[in-house]
């Protein structure tokens, strides 16, 4: 079936530094891509979502690109701040009717100052 | 517009017992999803509402059941609390034949004890 796996956490960044988390996903057709932000005693908020291959989804800074020779969805930011600590879940939907999100295991990014 | 809401916030329940949990989507939304997420996991499809059905399902046995109103609020029941059922549970709306994206509530954290 359908998955997507992240690179494990937490990830330590000072602030100002690159950010890069990977994201890989298996699908059997041609998903959605999406990148979701969860803030502490949150829920889930959408950071930026790509529907087709080469297609980069970009918001707040944060960037992602649709690489469907890969299969992955990388998610990059150029310069982290503090307020960027949260948790990142990847996701991808195969049905665009229903919307089903299937995510990965979510990575922490710590930013200090 | 208010969002995605859910209600409670928090709740605590004895094993055995049953649980109602309460959602109402987005302005204009016509479908809800719900989601179980354990501590330190992604989040889990439980199943999907629209159009007062249950529209897909996830790997969840039947102790797990829902109900979607004419208004499209929903709610999600679950008997015979396990300890194992502890988690955050959300909500997420979205628009049928739309992007496919998706807009969760804050979730209701669950303990079973």
């Known amino acids: 079936g359908d998955s997507v796996t992240q690179m494990e956490g937490p990830v330590t960044l000072s602030e100002e530094a690159f950010l890069t988390i990977n994201c890989t996903y298996t699908?059997?057709?041609?998903?959605?891509l999406f990148w979701y932000v969860q803030y502490p005693g949150e829920g889930l908020q959408l950071l930026l979502k790509?529907?087709?291959?080469?297609d980069k989804g970009s918001n707040k800074g944060f960037e992602a690109t649709y690489r469907k020779e890969t299969t992955s969805f990388h998610l990059e930011k150029g310069s982290v701040q503090v307020s960027d600590s949260a948790v990142y879940f990847c996701?991808?939907?195969?049905?665009?009717?229903?919307?089903?999100?299937?995510f990965g295991q979510g990575t922490t990014l710590q930013v200090k100052p | 517009d208010a969002g995605v809401t859910q209600s409670p916030t928090h709740l605590i329940k004895t094993r055995g017992q049953q649980v109602t949990l309460r959602c109402s989507p987005k302005s204009g939304h016509d479908t809800v999803s719900w989601y179980q997420q354990a501590l330190g996991q992604g989040p889990q499809f439980i199943f999907q509402?629209?159009?007062?059905?249950?529209?897909q399902r996830g790997n969840f046995p039947d102790r797990f059941s829902g109900h979607q109103f004419p208004n499209y609020s929903s709610e999600l029941n679950v008997n015979a609390l396990l300890l194992g059922d502890s988690a955050l549970y959300l909500c997420a709306s979205s628009l049928a034949g739309g992007s496919g994206e998706a807009f969760f509530g804050q979730g209701t954290r669950l303990t079973v004890v």
């Open positions: 996701a991808l939907s195969e049905d665009r009717n229903t919307g089903k999100l299937i």
């Open positions: 509402y629209y159009e007062e059905e249950e529209r």
């Open positions: 699908a059997t057709g041609y998903p959605s």
């Open positions: 790509a529907t087709k291959a080469d």
